[in-house]
């Protein structure tokens, strides 16, 4: 018999072993071929997933960030040409709900929390983070898990655009809505902060809870300058609300406002009100700046009126509000009320304090009615406040008053009135004595030290009566229209025309009145005679003897002017000096 297991097992083996070396040598090209191919069709869409092959047998790895992720992966390996089977053995990320995502930076140090879809996703953040903050020391807990918002990449990109303003704080994601908070890294960066989130998110995002302040200064200023009715505003402000805030408290006071606030955080916890309370002092200053540093406020200024400065400094005295402190005040008290008007042969000057510029303005053209040509008057005087009752009409009697005198000064201030110098005429001086009481308003009562100038007989009779004459081309004696009465701003021209009538006590003197050609010639000759009538008396009453004047009028008969214009009718409207035998 044969021996067939002597035969034909060791040709079985033999057959076995080249069978097994031909599958190896064939199935190695065709796994690689199907790896590469299925590999290059999941990379594009699906990086997170992988293959193994056995031979056309396909096995599907990785984790899936969604099932329908899965899902197309796993078709994608099915329908790779030549794949005989292709079982899913991938996984899911957890589920995340709500999806959130966050970056915070403190400093240097920036810690990256909550969910990632993707690995891919994650190398992106950490190299924004990079690209923004130079050498910074990234601390990595995001997990990966699914159930991120659509374009979750959009957003996160928006998020981490953000996230290069900040010196500190973070941006978050809770599904589609972006929050942030924290301190920007510089004032442009806050700007372009605010700008960002006051338009609309892109990649479908919302916006949630924002709040990011401008970079800290220390120390804190905030400063409000005052000068006539401008108010400048500089220094710091918190956020754009206080500085509204701000804006309108300064404007309450009616005074054009600057805005020169800089953004800033870093301020005391009760600035805002601290703040307010200085702007409120300006009220009582006529001037002045009030400077905050962290929470010391200093205060320097004028105050209009003593009753204003009184306030001021009960309202400093208290406790400030906000928490603040008082570093310094320096509120500078207004001069007592005063006023004045002196007059010598040079001219008449006014001094001190009057009400308003139109009070002062009528003082001003009473001193120049008042006075005789040629005489300037300098105008001193300031708005102030403090003036007495009766201010005004006590003016215009005094600056009346002065002008009669040689040299003299009339001073009004809380003390009282007073009235000194050297009158024109010994009646003069008792004139004013007498009467200046009684003309004053509001019952004040004058203290008068008023005597007589010198009187003297050194001129001849033609050097009195050019001397006289001289004195009226410059100046006219005024009366009442159609009357004889002498108005009151003469009196100083006739108290003048009675010194110089004085120096020649022998001569004789014709007053003579004359008029325009107005009306009737006897009318006219009426009011000449009672006008130079009316001059004559006033020097008889003034101690010149009346034995040596005597009064003639002429009515319209002699003319110096043109009786057809303004100008020669004021000419011929005249009283006239001539010394007679």
Known sequence: MCNWGKWVLPGLITVGLLTLLTGAMRSGP??????????TGLSAAHPWASVKLDGRDLVLEGTAPEPDAQTAALKIARDTYGVRVARDATKLLPLAEPYVFSAARDGNKV??????????????VMQSVASAIPGAEIADQL???????ADFAGLAGFAMAQFAGLGQGNVSLSGPEVSASGTASTLDAWNELNARFSGSIPAGGKLGKVEILPPAVSPYIFSASKQADRLVLGGNVPDNAIRAALLD??????????DKLVPASGASAGFADLAKFALGQFAMLKSGKAEISDADLALTGEAPTADSHAKLMEALSGTLPGGGRLASANIVKPAEFAWSYSRDAKGGVLEGFVPDEKTGGEILESAKASSLSGMTITDNQKVGEGAPSGFADAAKVLVRSVNRLFVGKAELNPSGVTVSGEAM???AAKELAASLPGLLPGGMVPKIEIAAAPSGTGLSDAECELSLKSVLAANRIQFETGSARIKGDSTPLLDMLTYTASQCPAAHFEIGGHTDADGGDAENLTLSNERAGAVTKYLADSGIDAARLIARGYGETVPVGDNNTDEGKAQNRRIE???IQ
């Open 249 to 258: 408290a300064a404007k309450a006071g009616g005074a054009q406002v600057e």
């Open 143 to 149: 997990v990966l898990s699914r159930g991120a918002p």
């Open 111 to 124: 810690t990256l929390t909550g969910n990632i879809p993707l690995e891919e996703l994650r190398t992106a």
């Open 577 to 579: 000096f001539r010394i």
């Open 30 to 39: 065709v796994e690689k071929d199907l790896a590469s191919r299925t590999g």
């Open 425 to 427: 005429t010994p009646a």
